[in-house]
């Protein structure tokens, strides 16, 4: 009897998971499709960068953002936790070869979350009123400045953020990363956007204004949180304005060079997930097709095999919606692995109560927020981790 019931739970689960890679299917093909925002003059932009570690291919990714073809004012502030950080050399190079590019060594300010302590000091250098944060790990095209400066000037709009897929700099986990992102994350924020069920702004690009960021108390008011680019989407939505998310796809480098960093990565993503969507998060179990039918065909062959061969034919389709708009190969054949992992990685964000970020340990506190841990501690881990 327990058998018969454990059956039918993961053909109903298959099931359902079937029924949302299809829907997946086309909201991404209707997102993607969509035109972009009129064109809008060019308003003066400073671009902030956080660095933190030599990451693969950093200076290559960070030129992208000098050779835009944008016709207003760009200013470009590079900043890092500390004079001897390893992105440090790069930051100066750059600095030495333009002469719109600012760099803050460091220290960063005080702060749980070591990004926002970055971005705290790096804000009075920039010079603009329109601000666009974006990770040190994201690789954009030409004419990136000119459609998020078209977003931003719409009516309404706040804040601009983007989607992206990965692209796995650093070898074959780093890969599975990337996979992982194009076939699970990306769809997974495009349905939320169709369904009305998530409204991302994600760190990959933020645009918003000087005074719609002052408003919600500055970087300051995000020093403990951990998910700061929602909590700054929060606070924008909070003014009576939205997130604008246009129809294009950036690139993630990714530079996970191991199994253990791929995992610590993507559990804290997940986590973050969980304590923003609360009940939702143990919902998107759906989401993972794959695993649910192979557990289905296991346990009824029949239908369950059935229904294994459509959600791998519907995976394919979807990888490869993706995989035609990307602004860059996908490793396909890695779906099946990267599949395994997102899910494992799901079970896992339902119990954890403590992530690494860079390094860090960071214990979950209430309503997202983080506390680090001290000093000494943080020291230790940081060499033991090397």
């Not at 220290?107 to 601000?131: C, E, F, T, W, Y």
């Not at 990888?319 to 997102?342: C, T």
Request: aromatic share 6%.
């Amino acid at each position: 009897m327990v058998y018969v019931l454990l059956a039918y739970g993961a053909l109903a689960l298959a099931g359902v998971g079937l029924l949302y890679q299809l829907f997946a299917l086309g909201a991404l093909g209707r997102f993607l499709a969509a035109p972009p925002a009129p064109h809008a003059p060019a308003q003066a932009i400073t671009i902030l960068k956080p660095l933190h570690g030599a990451e693969p291919r950093l200076a290559e990714n960070l030129a992208g953002f000098t050779h835009q073809d944008y016709p207003g004012a760009v200013q470009i502030v590079l900043g890092t936790n500390a004079p001897e950080d390893t992105a440090a050399p790069v930051a100066r190079a750059m600095v030495a070869a333009h002469n719109n590019i600012a760099y803050y060594p460091g220290p960063r300010a005080p702060a749980a979350n070591g990004k926002v302590g970055s971005l705290i000091a790096m804000m009075p250098l920039a010079a603009h009123d329109v601000l666009v944060l974006s990770d040190s790990d994201m690789v954009v095209a030409p004419d990136y400045l000119a459609r998020i400066n078209d977003a931003l000037s719409q009516p309404g709009v706040g804040a601009v953020s983007c989607l992206y897929v990965g692209r796995g700099d650093a070898g074959l986990w780093s890969r599975v990363g990337a996979m992982m992102i194009a076939a699970q994350t990306l769809p997974n924020m495009v349905v939320g956007i169709a369904t009305g069920m998530a409204q991302p702004c994600m760190g990959s690009t933020i645009a918003l204004r000087r005074e719609t960021l002052d408003a919600m108390g500055g970087f300051a008011a995000l020093a403990d949180v951990l998910a700061d680019d929602h909590a700054i989407g929060a606070g924008v939505r909070a003014q009576g304005l939205r997130v604008d998310i246009p129809p294009m796809i950036l690139v993630h480098a990714g530079a996970e060079s191991s199994f253990r960093m791929l995992w610590r990565q993507h559990l804290r993503w997940a986590v973050t997930v969980r304590d923003l969507a609360g009940a939702g998060h143990y919902g998107s179990i759906v989401t993972h097709g794959l695993p649910l039918g192979v557990l289905a065909a296991a346990l009824a062959p029949g239908i369950g095999g059935a229904l294994l061969l459509a959600i791998i034919l519907a995976r394919l389709a979807l990888a490869a919606k993706v995989h035609k708009y990307a602004p860059i190969a996908l490793p396909l054949w890695l779906i099946p692995i990267a599949d395994l992992i997102s899910f494992c990685v799901f079970c896992a964000s339902l119990f954890a109560t403590a992530i690494d970020w860079r390094g860090a340990s960071l214990t979950m506190t209430s309503k997202g927020r983080i506390r680090g841990l001290p000093a000494t501690d943080h020291a230790a881990r940081t060499k033991r981790d090397r």
